[in-house]
């Protein structure tokens, strides 16, 4: 716990919305309200007692030299409460103040040490069959709702309402669709009995190390989950206090020291559901009378609101006849997105890139190209794509697209999997599209076997499609690719956030 800004010597009060700290000299005495919430309940002197020495049980996993134990307040011989007893430690070397007054070569150094030792604590922290059930998306799921439920008093006095329900809904469509996802990750034990309120100005780093306080002790079931949730919540905390380049670095360091890197839209979903956590609390704070709380809620909802425009999972249909420069487009959709990119023509060769033969004849509807044959070339190709929208990527799908029951099959394959659809026709005319189609046969470097023969036949078989949007390729290739990105619906920026 932080000193006053004039010392460790003093004395001075500090209230949450669920504690009342005391700083008194070299120590802090940590009360709870004798209060009943929907997510704890501390309304007896037994509760509070309990809480104590959970409080001090679990914190010690993180900062063993910081929580002391537990004394008990008395008056005349009676006990009348319990208090935490901790250690006082410098306001000045808070990660919140750091990252907020410090040069960047400071702050990044110890949020490396930060990040070394939340994924030190990660990797060994408990875990079991109970405790990843805890993580599992039915679980997660209710959580939320109980979060949405506990809010709705504040929706219209604090929160706007369109942007209140475009967040949960955002939230309910990506859990929809996901189970995959959350599965994998049981599986792959990155659920453990973690912190659960990882904030900057619970973190101190100290000259031997950081000391990570305040974890989540009164409900395991809030407290374990998967360790992306975790990271997420600090990265949302810093991004709060407007530094968003210090939680990039954090994500980045903790994914450097693991390993490997965190399910992107997962991440973005989970800072999106941290941030709801502290909607909530912020609320709770300005209904108890903190007139700053109510800015922190509004300034909350409209960070997970970007989260989750940018952890969106979406499927991308990218078609157009042969020449019309679909794969040129799909390819720096799927950069641009950080995309899967599934290509037909690499589906019917059977290997991924593989070069066509410009001797080996190719014929529309005939040979691998038979209606039997595209049809399940399509099939395949929506097949792969819901395994990877079910881990939550998205994907760009790469394909003429000519035959409307084809679409069928991807539209219907979105609604399942709770992905964004957008569909583009990409379209040239046809001296350009020719030319093109010349240049690649002639270059062999492709593994479409389209001849402007099979491009006219397919141009006389092509379905109408009302529900793409028509993208004029014939630009230069920036041109296209910006206008394709605003059509998805995503803002054109240099890189696309870690965070």
Known sequence: MTGSATGMDGCSVRETHVSILLFLGQHVFKLRKPLR??????STPAARAEDCRQEVDLNRRLAPDVYLGVADVTMGGETLDHAVVMRRLPAERSLAHLVSCEPEAVWGAELRGVARVVADFHARADRSPQISAIASIGTV????????????????????PSTHDAV????????????????????????????????????????????????????????????????????MDLERLGKAEAAARFIGDYEGRVGAQLPVSLLHTYIALRAYVRIKVACIRHEQGNPEAMEEAVRLLELARRHLEQGRVRLVLVG?????????????????????????DELRSGRSRAIADPSVAATFRRGRYTPRR???VYNQLISVARQHLGLGKSVILDASWIDASNRHLAQALAVDSSAALTELHC???????????????????????????????MALAEAPWPSATDVDTARPPGVVLEEALEIVGVPVVAAPSRS
């Open 427 to 457: 379209t040239a005319p046809p001296d350009v599209t020719e030319g093109r189609i010349a240049t690649r046969r002639r270059r062999g470097t492709d593994t479409s076997e389209a001849t402007v023969d099979i491009g006219r036949a």
């Open 320 to 344: 157009g006849l042969p020449g019309s420069g679909k794969s040129t487009l799909a390819n720096a959709l799927g950069d641009a997105l950080g995309a899967i990119v599934l290509r037909s």
């Open 37 to 42: 919430f929907d997510f704890a309940d501390f």
């Open 141 to 160: 799921s209710d959580q939320f709702e109980a979060n949405v439920a506990a809010t709705a008093r504040f929706v219209g006095p604090i929160l706007d």
């Open 168 to 235: 949960v809904e955002a939230i309910r469509r990506y859990l929809s669709g996901r189970e995959p996802l959350f599965t994998a990750r049981m599986a792959a034990g990155q659920i453990c009995d973690g912190h659960g309120d990882l904030q900057a100005d619970d973190i101190y780093c100290l000259d031997d190390g950081p000391r990570i306080l305040d974890c989540l002790e009164f409900d395991g079931r809030l407290r374990c989950g998967d360790v992306a949730a975790d990271v997420a919540f600090l990265a």
């Open 374 to 376: 595209t049809h399940d």
